[in-house]
């Protein structure tokens, strides 16, 4: 079964979440380049990451489906999307 236009404003919020999630995990321990990690925040962080990636593939694949089941532009359905979820998270985090 689809998802409603609704579910999918709602999966796009969970998403962004996620990737603030990362975002602030990334602030608060510095570039992995820059700084050594410890075992426990490496992992942390690549479970956020990977948490993000496999939300946001989740997203995309449901507005894709949505948007051929309703006949209309994938783009359109998702600029719609994202325009109800909020700001993304690089808009948010400051």
């Given amino acids: 079964m689809a998802d409603t236009f609704e579910e999918l404003v709602a999966k796009q919020r969970t998403a962004y979440e996620a990737h603030r999630r990362v975002l602030q995990l990334r602030d608060a321990y510095g570039a992995p380049t820059a700084e050594q990690w410890t075992q426990q925040q490496s ?40 325009q109800l979820a909020g700001p993304e998270p690089e808009e948010a985090i400051e």
Avoid at 59 to 70: G, P, R
């Fill in 43 to 82: 992992d942390t962080y690549e479970t956020a990451w990977r948490a993000w990636r496999d939300l946001a593939r989740d997203v995309q694949a449901s507005v894709t489906e949505y948007a051929k089941d309703e006949g209309r532009s994938r783009n359109d359905v998702e600029a719609d999307v994202k």
